[in-house]
């Protein structure tokens, strides 16, 4: 069955502490893995694709990296803007098309 | 800016009662998915709708269903409202079922009470 997890559930910093976010999947024949930004009560927000393991991303103070089985999200000296839910995604395995499965986030506080 | 708007922001709703949601895709967008996201969880898949017919369903009752219009518009219907369905819908829009890269709207808040 296809799954993904996300580590930490939430994670505190001090503004300029850096850290790292970890998304793990499990899905037959990866076409993609996503990350978005969510703020509370609003839609996703896209960040990064990535679609083979070793591809990396970058945007401002955010790197994503992907792996066979995990992707990680680093965040660099992140400034209190930087708050918000990070979710991964993946397409499902079974079909194509946008029907993805969704980890369930990692709410980052990132404290002044 | 993704250029896929939902309609209402808030919608507050009885029990038993029945909810039409709204949702406006890109321009050129033929598909649209919409998910259902629970306070603290992650958005789960309700259905996705191909050119106005549905092509693929998550695990949701037949109480959930949809529409899908030529003017890239579409709905979401949901019957005999139950406490369980207050969350933030999503719509996401598609520029074909064969792509994964998907747009997300801002989402409806409903809250059933």
């Known amino acids: ?13 001090q503004e300029g502490e850096s850290s790292s976010l970890n998304c793990s999947y499990t899905v037959s024949g990866l076409r993609g893995l996503f990350w978005y930004r969510q703020d509370p009560g609003k839609g996703p927000e896209f960040l ?9 991303k970058e ?7 992907l792996t066979k089985k995990e992707s990680f999200l680093h965040i660099t000296a992140p400034k ?8 991964c995604a993946v397409p499902r395995g079974d079909n194509y098309g946008q029907n993805f499965v969704f980890g369930p986030g990692t709410r980052l506080s990132v404290l002044p | 800016e993704t250029g896929v708007t939902q309609s209402p922001t808030h919608l507050i709703k009885t029990r038993g009662q029945q909810v039409t949601l709204r ?6 967008h033929n598909t649209v998915s919409w998910y259902q996201q ?16 549905e092509n ?14 030529p ?31 998907q747009y997300f709207g801002p989402g409806t808040r409903l809250t059933v009470t």
Request: glycine share 8%; aromatic share 12%; proline share 5%.
């Open chain 1, 1 to 13: 069955e296809d799954q993904v997890t996300q580590s930490p559930e939430a994670l505190r910093l």
């Open chain 2, 38 to 53: 629970a306070l603290g969880q992650g958005p789960q898949f309700i259905f996705q709708y191909y050119r106005e017919e």
């Open chain 1, 48 to 56: 990064f694709t990535l679609y083979s393991a070793g591809e990396e």
């Open chain 1, 59 to 65: 945007k401002e103070r955010l790197k994503a990296t």
């Open chain 2, 23 to 28: 949702c406006s895709s890109q321009s050129g």
């Open chain 2, 71 to 101: 003017n890239y518009s579409s709905e979401l219907n949901v019957n005999a409202l139950e406490l369980d369905d207050s969350a933030l819908y999503l719509c996401a829009s598609n520029v074909d079922r064969g792509r994964v890269e």
């Open chain 1, 80 to 87: 209190p803007e930087d708050s918000a839910t990070y979710l």
């Open chain 2, 56 to 69: 693929g369903r998550g695990n949701f009752p037949p109480r959930f269903s949809g529409l899908q219009f």
